[in-house]
């Protein structure tokens, strides 16, 4: 059964580790992250970008797909559904689909719209039992074709977001998503210590969690950062483990082309990623 995020962030909060969202694309990619999470014992979140959600043919397919996973690998660590940068009406998409957490992006909109959507959604997410992410001070890099510059978050906004009732909040520290360029000038601790302490328990999300140092990782996690999201890092894994098997001709040999086989070096990829991931997160047996 899925659960919203709120628990699973409380103690990851309290407990000095961060809960990892992995963002799935397809059946391989749902079912690696599911066995890692089981295997390793850790709470987990799959996230699913507007983009994703409508290549595996909408959020209703994506929740039914991941419920019946969920049943049939047997899986009883917690596990949330998560809209990733949702639009307003992406959030009553997910909602009306049975995901179990929204993230609500309105990074964009002036600070008011931001909040009067954002209260709205708390709202109806409470009424249902969902969790609500929201974020201020947009994040960089490009996803979904949405391009943003890696904005520092203002504390003050953050502190108004917070204090809305959200579940978690995602707040800009200069990260981007995707590769970071060479001269990305790292995460501002500056920023996320202010937030932090404006916001107080408050579960801090951390995005573009691809390539981000070791160190700045648990800099941020013990800042009060309990929720990083990943998602470039497992494709960049699953494509070198393809192109690996195709450029070895194993394609070629026998049943090789058997798209099982073919995408087996690629699941088993995800796999390690998202166990190293976990690991650094310190979310291993805290299922
Ligand atoms: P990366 O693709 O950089 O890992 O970022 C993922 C993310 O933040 C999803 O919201």
Known sequence: MLVNAKEMLT?????KYAVGQFNINNLEWTKAVLETAQELNSPVILGVSAGAGKYMCGFKTV?????????????????ALHL???TYEDCYKCIEAGFSSIMFDGSHYPIEENIAKTQ???????QKGLSLEAEVGSIGGEEDGVVGMGECADP???KMIADLGVT???AGIGNIHGKYPENWAGLSFETLDAIQQKTGEMPLVLHGG?????????KAISL?????????????????????????????????????????PGTQAIKDTVKEKMELFGSVGKA
Not at 120 to 126: G, K, P, Q, R, Y
Request: net charge negative; with cysteine.
């Open 210 to 218: 691809t390539g981000i140092p070791e160190d700045m990782i648990k």
């Open 156 to 158: 003050d906004e953050c």
């Open 224 to 264: 009060g950062v309990a929720k990083i999201n990943v998602n470039t890092e497992c494709q960049i894994s699953f494509a070198a483990a393809v192109r690996k098997y195709v450029e070895e001709g194993k394609d070629l040999q026998g049943k090789g082309f058997d798209p099982r086989k073919l995408l087996a």
């Open 84 to 86: 990733d940068h949702g």
């Open 120 to 126: 709205e959604l708390i709202d109806v997410c409470a």
């Open 63 to 79: 929740a039914a797909m991941v419920d019946a996973m969920v049943e049939s690998l047997g899986i009883t660590v917690p596990v």
């Open 11 to 15: 103690k990851a909060k309290a407990g």
């Open 168 to 170: 978690m909040l995602a």
